[in-house]
């Protein structure tokens, strides 16, 4: 099978957003090992321990709940055929969600480190976000091997 050009961008774009996700999440969590306040332990716990739990349990339930996963394979294949993820600009708007969204934690860390709250939850949500791309971008994978896709992935 050779996939169309329009679907190895779409599936480069998966990736992308995926790589680019993980990419600004290691930038907040060092930036937040560095001015949050309390222990080591502490810190860890937030920023590594139960995002990556969160990023586990929703790459666990989109790959195994067959009625997520379902979804989340239909929302895929309507974003391919509707132009997702094939143009500069998409995947420039894809990219932009996931700086917004560590800017949030930025600014959670930032108010954190001057008496503010603790930021585990924007850690433990972008964490479970990382984990929906991973699925994501296994999930595209796995509709390139479905007979069902073959046609509209080729091109014919």
Do not use: C, N
């Not at 600004?24 to 090992?33: R, S």
Request: glycine letters at 12%.
């Amino acid at each position: 099978m050779t996939p169309s050009a329009p679907w190895r961008m779409f599936r480069r774009m998966q990736a992308s957003l995926l790589a680019g996700a993980s990419l600004l999440y290691l930038g907040a969590a060092i930036h937040a090992w560095r001015v949050l306040p309390g222990a080591g332990s502490l810190k860890l716990q937030r920023t590594i321990l139960w995002p990556a739990a969160l990023a586990a349990l929703s790459f666990a339930a989109f790959r195994l709940v067959p009625a997520l996963r379902r979804g989340l394979s239909r929302h895929l294949w309507i974003s391919y055929r509707t132009g997702f993820g094939q143009s500069v600009v998409s995947v420039l708007a894809g990219l932009g969600v996931l700086v917004v969204a560590a800017g949030f934690i930025y600014w959670q860390t930032h108010a954190a480190a001057h008496g503010g709250r603790y930021p585990a939850g924007a850690f433990g949500g972008y964490g479970a976000g990382i984990g929906l791309l991973l699925a994501q971008a296994l999930i595209v994978r796995d509709l390139e091997r479905d007979p069902a896709f073959r046609d509209g992935i080729e091109g014919r």
